[in-house]
């Protein structure tokens, strides 16, 4: 009996997967946001690539509202009213000032922090402030809660860069590393036994996914969403199988790429795959 109770336990390697999710900051804007949270609070993905409006977005909702609109509103009138149009959504002026009145003191402390020795990179950074939001409709909240990883090369292409502008005026010295957050999320690649990309859209996120994954000559499960064709240019619009001729996927690999938006799509793949049992 100890005997038998040393001997290793027999896993199938094959679901032994590291789920990296991958999506434009727009996804958090128009629906997907309570579908991404749902996966980050019940732990069903490992880590998150996403932009700058990706973060910002979530919080500044749980700070105040969005509120629905037009894609044709006009966008002069909008500005005289102090409106920002994102797609058919609005988001007053006021809703960044308050998203500015609540990251102000939070730099204050990194600023702080650092001073004493902490470095600071985008994950960090946006560890911190899901702490701080302490609010369970956001993505982020449930992420520090849960250590998932959230990394964001981009950090500063947004509100939060613009916060971070303004602060350098005020309280100047801020510095954030992002090649510790390329050397975490490279090394967390090429350290799973297998990987799956689930990515939602295209551009910086896409490929600092798939690059991460060309450090272990390829991810093993990859699923594309976006409506981006190959002759338009854009990373989005590249086809899975040049990825395979980069060596981002593996070459046995049977990668999918759905032609589609992702708010209409995306909750019923979660449906059908990560929540399907969970509801029983």
């Known amino acids: 009996m100890i005997h038998c109770r040393k001997q290793p336990i027999a896993v199938d390697k094959s679901l032994l997967v590291k789920y990296i999710l991958g999506y434009t900051s727009n996804l958090v804007s128009s629906g997907l946001r309570e579908t991404f ?27 105040a509202p969005t509120f629905m609109g037009d894609f044709h509103l006009e966008g002069t009138k909008l500005r005289d009213c102090g409106i920002n149009r994102i797609g058919n959504l609005l988001v007053p002026n006021d809703n960044y000032c308050s998203f500015e009145n609540w990251t102000m003191p939070i730099l204050d402390e990194l600023l702080k922090e650092q001073k004493d020795g902490v470095m600071w990179s ?11 939001i302490n609010h369970e409709d956001s993505i982020y909240y449930w992420a520090a809660k849960n250590k998932i990883p959230v990394f964001c090369p981009g950090l500063t292409d947004g509100s939060l860069g613009d916060m971070m502008f303004l602060h350098t005026f005020k309280n100047p010295g801020l510095i954030v590393d992002i090649v510790s957050d390329l050397r975490r999320l490279n090394l967390m690649a090429m350290k799973s036994v297998n990987t799956g990309m689930i990515i939602l859209g295209g551009g910086l996120v896409k490929h600092h996914i798939c690059n991460a994954n060309l450090m272990r000559n390829g991810a093993d499960y990859v ?22 001729s980069w060596g981002k996927i593996k070459k046995d690999a049977t990668p999918v790429k759905i032609y589609a938006d992702a708010t209409l799509v995306f909750p019923l793949l979660v449906a059908q795959t990560f929540a399907k049992d969970f509801f029983r």
């Open 37 to 63: 949270k749902f996966l980050v609070k019940n732990k069903m993905v490992d880590c998150i690539v996403t932009t700058a409006g990706g973060i910002e977005e979530d919080f500044i909702k749980c700070l």
């Open 122 to 132: 985008p994950s960090k950074i946006i560890e911190r402030l899901g702490k701080e």
């Open 223 to 244: 699923v594309y969403v976006n409506t981006a064709s190959e002759f338009d240019g854009s990373d989005a619009g590249a086809r899975p199988d040049e990825a395979k």
